[in-house]
């Protein structure tokens, strides 16, 4: 019985946490996860494109896009040219810092006329270097 029950609950709660990440009220965005080019390892004052996935109900206006560096910030950017879709995502050019650093980011996008913010996400640094 307990070889039966492990497998039906652990699938109830695999399914559970799925239908909650796909549920999005009406116009809502919600950020999933940021791609930082070489794998985090960067160079310090070397601009690079962070890409930012999202889901959306819709296609909601993003206006900016805001980010701190281990609590430092926000520094906020204005977001244009987000791709909405199955694959919906919005680039921006940042400047890494020297030393590693916990990046984070949220946006601000129109919902039902009013400015709206999203969850946030974040990403680690491992390798600034001069």
Do not use: H
Not at 101 to 129: H, P, W
Request: aromatic letters at 12%.
């Amino acid at each position: 019985m307990k070889r039966v029950l492990i497998p039906i609950l652990m699938s109830a709660a695999i399914l559970l946490v799925i239908s909650s990440c796909a549920t999005l009220k009406k116009g809502e965005l919600r950020l999933l996860s940021m791609d930082i080019p070489e794998n985090g390892n960067l160079k310090a004052d070397i601009p690079f494109w962070v890409r930012i996935y999202f889901v959306a109900d819709g296609n909601p206006e993003i206006s900016r896009a805001c980010f701190f560096w281990d609590g430092d910030g926000p520094y906020c950017f204005n977001v244009r040219d987000a791709k909405y879709g199955s694959f919906a995502y919005f680039e921006v050019p940042l400047l890494a810092r020297l030393g590693p650093d916990n990046l984070q980011c949220y946006v601000e996008y129109v919902r039902d006329g009013k400015i709206q913010r999203s969850n946030a996400i974040a990403s680690f640094i491992t390798g600034v270097m001069r």
